[in-house]
T-cell receptor, first 113, second 112 residues
Framework: DAKTTQPPSMDCAEGRAANLPCNHS???????VYWYRQIHSQGPQYIIH???NNETNEMASLIITEDRKSSTLILPHATLRDTAVYYC??????????????FGSGTRLQVQP | DAGVTQSPTHLIKTRGQQVTLRCSPK?????VSWYQQALGQGPQFIFQ???????QRGNFPDRFSGHQFPNYSSELNVNALLLGDSALYLC???????????FGQGTRLTVV
């Protein structure tokens, strides 16, 4: 799986959009970008994944650059409950059952009131 | 749907002892993975079970072993506990061929 680089920490004001960047310059053509988050003392939670098109679900939006070397997870209206560590993971999608998730250090997002 | 459940939630053991952690996967899921998360770090993959067999393994010693039962539930066993085994142990379940993994709340193991 390709290596990812994320800033160690970020702050965001409550109600504003949180934009979390991830660099994955060595991504291969068949690798997807996944995002998970981990709220304090809980297990990681799946957020979203994508290949090359932008994706949106009820939790977040994922913007992937045209060259696929970087991506941004967007939480459109951050709340205090979004305070968590966010992990960007690159992997081949459909073998989730055959290969482990490789977590880095992630970005610690602190949403400020 | 109860999701992924792990037991116990907290555990204190003495160096040299053995411990067994348990995981019940999300309903309908057939694959269980175990992760170790030390304080301040991301989860590290231990191993994965599918069809009652260990399918892949991370960089962990043989002191770490596991089992999957016919109902897909799983156990993680750690022998000869070391202080460095103190961590949050996470279980994740998924369905063969599907993209998402679902994690339990974890078991906090403290070795003294």
């Amino acid at each position: 799986d390709a290596k990812t680089t994320q800033p160690p920490s970020m702050d965001c004001a409550e109600g504003r959009a949180a934009n979390l960047p991830c660099n994955h310059s060595t991504i291969s053509g068949n690798e997807y970008v996944y995002w998970y988050r981990q709220i304090h003392s809980q297990g990681p939670q799946y957020i979203i994944h994508g290949l090359k098109n932008n994706e949106t679900n009820e939790m977040a939006s994922l913007i992937i650059t045209e060259d696929r070397k970087s991506s941004t997870l967007i939480l459109p209206h951050a709340t205090l409950r979004d305070t968590a560590v966010y992990y960007c993971i690159v992997r081949v999608a459909l073998d989730t059952g055959r290969r482990a998730l490789t977590f880095g250090s992630g970005t610690r997002l602190q949403v400020q009131p | 749907d109860a999701g992924v459940t792990q037991s116990p939630t907290h555990l204190i053991k003495t160096r040299g002892q053995q411990v067994t952690l348990r995981c019940s996967p999300k309903s309908g899921h057939d694959t269980v993975s175990w992760y170790q998360q030390a304080l301040g770090q991301g989860p590290q993959f231990i191993f994965q079970y599918y069809e009652e067999e260990e399918r892949q393994r991370g960089n962990f010693p043989d002191r770490f072993s596991g089992h999957q039962f016919p109902n897909y539930s799983s156990e993680l066993n750690v022998n000869a506990l070391l202080l460095g085994d103190s961590a949050l142990y996470l279980c994740a379940s998924s369905l063969e061929g599907r993209e998402k993994a679902f994690f339990g709340q974890g078991t906090r193991l403290t070795v003294v």
